[in-house]
């Protein structure tokens, strides 16, 4: 992952040299912006990678789901003044109890089964990742640009600066599909967990707002069949 590592910090390098000059010097060529989590996101391998996880995993998926109900079963429990939480009292009088060891093997359990899972996601990252620096440098040839920065480090760029689609359309040609199963002694690097976490938070942001939106939809088309009184 030296090369990854490497082409990585092409996308903010210029911001340390930025912070290195005098205020007075000036960048020649055009500057653009670039997300690279949304890039990877939006790529085809990606999406039909977590598709594919979905089923492939399918087995870990459903024994998770019924470890976590197990784990909500023991922790009801705990709860003995019925509020349906554990608060940090009852559950330290818990820690005593049989019970509270079969809730630490739960969990460990539940935690084994997420990193399989997670695993297969994290692997197709890193698959798609190998070809980013081809991907970045092709669309900063293709329109002369002279730096890259990430769009959290920009108080203002027009949209025309945002070359992250562009970045996405070239990942999509290079790399059309990826695997999702690693292969034995495989592990994940750091670059690779921390985009996994950060495409995650996004998928979640977006799935959250998704969901207040149709609620909103839901609630105004209610408000509009609502019977108008006299």
Known sequence: MKLFAKSLALASLSL????AVPATAQVQGNI???DIGRAVIGTSALQTAYQQVSTTYSAQIETRRTKGQ???TILQ???TNGDNEVNDAEL???QSSPQFTQLQTVEAEIQQLTNQIDAGRIFAIEEILKQYPAALQEVVTQQQIQMVMAPNTVLYAPP???ITQQVTTSLNAKVPQVGIVPPAGWQPSRQGVQLFQEIQQTLVAAQVLQQRQQAAQQQQQGNQQAPQGR
């Open 70 to 72: 197990e784990r909500q």
């Open 92 to 94: 330290q009088a818990a």
């Open 16 to 19: 340390g040299a930025l912070a």
């Open 160 to 162: 025309a600066a945002d």
């Open 32 to 34: 653009a912006t670039l």
């Open 77 to 79: 429990g705990f709860d």
